[in-house]
């Protein structure tokens, strides 16, 4: 009987407020974890990009469940451009969640 192993990535992004520099060598850090991730094995990355990706736009139907919320910031649009160029899924928006605020879950 086979089995799978998966890469599980930790990610927590640099908040908004600090220097770009800190943004782009976090970004540049988890581009390296994933190209060293071999083409054939499979992968999760859960955690905090620390951007809005907002509603889903025609561009990113393939990636985007439709189910988030509000407007897209530059942030975000890094995060699309991120989960389109590595095939990835954002699975968080293809279900419903029960409230939008704070404490409501």
């Not at 951007?51 to 988030?68: L, N, S």
Request: hydrophobic content about 35%; cysteine-free.
């Amino acid at each position: 009987m086979g089995s799978d192993i998966f890469n599980v990535i930790s990610v927590y992004s640099p908040q908004i407020g600090l220097d770009e520099d800190v943004k782009r060598l976090s970004r540049d850090d988890l581009n390296e974890v994933i190209q060293s991730i071999p083409q054939t094995k499979k992968h999760l990355i859960g955690g905090d990009f620390n951007g809005h990706i907002g509603k889903r736009g025609a561009a990113y139907e393939k990636v985007h469940g439709g189910f988030d919320y509000g407007d897209r910031n530059s942030v975000g649009v890094s995060i699309l451009y991120f989960v389109v160029a590595y095939e990835l899924t954002i699975v968080n928006f293809y279900f419903k969640k029960k409230g939008r605020a704070f404490g409501d879950f």
